[in-house]
């Protein structure tokens, strides 16, 4: 696991069996939305199997933090690396449906159920 700290937010990445978690904490905004680009264009470049984005822990997340994940899932989405954004309180997530990001990025309840959507897209179809 490495951590990453920034103004306003820190940043914990592991690796898991199935994909990448990027933990988030803290609050996202204009002054620590760049140290989101950078880690996940890091690890987006290294083609993961799956990156899994954990919000369980972000207080706020302002227009620039939303910009970030709309790069990073157009990004993942061209390499074909499945993203999926765990965990984001209640008034993370009104954000994401006010902003329409909900069209862009899959959110799921908590890390172990994006773990299992990111199987389900590496699994092959019948």
Do not use: Y
Request: glycine residues 6%.
């Amino acid at each position: 696991m490495s951590d990453s700290p920034a103004r306003g937010v820190r940043i914990s990445v592991s690796t898991r069996p199935d994909a990448v978690v990027v933990a988030v904490a803290g609050e996202l905004d204009m002054g620590s939305a760049s140290s989101l680009r950078v880690e996940l264009a890091d690890r987006l470049r290294l083609k993961p199997d799956g990156l899994v984005l954990d919000f369980g822990n972000v207080a706020f997340c302002a227009s620039a933090g939303l910009q970030v994940l709309a790069e990073a899932a157009r990004t993942a989405s061209d390499s074909g690396v499945p993203f999926v954004v765990a965990s984001a309180p209640p008034p993370v997530v009104r954000t994401f449906e006010i902003s329409r990001l909900t069209a862009a990025v899959t959110l799921t309840r908590d890390v172990d159920e994006a773990l299992s959507w990111v199987r389900d897209r590496r699994s092959p179809r019948s």
